[in-house]
């Protein structure tokens, strides 16, 4: 199977919709709870989440 997502910017790798990197199945995307996640995507999106948690702590000490 393979898949077309018209948010993908091919040249970078990034997705139009989501203003970072196209990671399939990540919290907004249009695949996001109907894709088997692999054990390498499930630790991209923790990563992911744990840096949009960071970049609001941060946002709210500023303040
Ligand atoms: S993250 Fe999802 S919505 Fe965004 S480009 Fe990748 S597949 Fe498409």
Redesign the pocket.
Known sequence: MT?Y?????INTD?????H???????P?????GRVALSEELEKKIEKLEAERLQRIARRQSKS
């Open positions: 898949f997502c018209k948010n993908l910017e990034q997705c139009r919709k989501l970072g990197d196209c990671i399939m199945g990540r907004g995307c249009v695949l996001e």
